[in-house]
């Protein structure tokens, strides 16, 4: 796997801002045609994805990273890391009906696009919020 290095030198870094740095620079690799994002770890928080029981605390998001084909590993300053794959050899699902979108409040929503007045504003009527656990189904 192919290592990356982003440094930042701002002290307001945060999940979101990295991991925006790191899909940037994901989507501009040219050895990785479509990335997609399959493990990261943020040292801040101490939080990681994916999270498997029993598995070594600090590895294990890496460790599911390098045995699902993962290609590039990009650290963005020291804080935070993402492993991406190349998801060009797989097939498509198409168009899904739903999309992840986040409120104001930074909380996620999973919403049924068609019923969406405002493709990038998630409601009640076609939304339902997600808590941490459910966040990691969608």
Known sequence: MRQAHITHSTTDL???????????????DAEVTEPVLIAWYDRKASRMS??????KLKTRWHDYGESHDGMLEIDVAGEYAFIYADSSGF????VSPYVNLFDAQGDEHLCQIG???????PTNDACVALDEWTSKLT
């Not at 945060?14 to 501009?28: E, G, I, R």
């Not at 019923?115 to 504003?121: F, R, S």
């Open 91 to 94: 097939d498509s699902y198409g």
């Open 115 to 121: 019923l969406l007045k405002d493709p990038h504003v």
């Open 50 to 55: 994916p999270v498997i029981e029993g598995a």
């Open 14 to 28: 945060n999940y979101s801002m990295a991991a925006k740095l790191a899909a940037d620079f994901a989507d501009q």
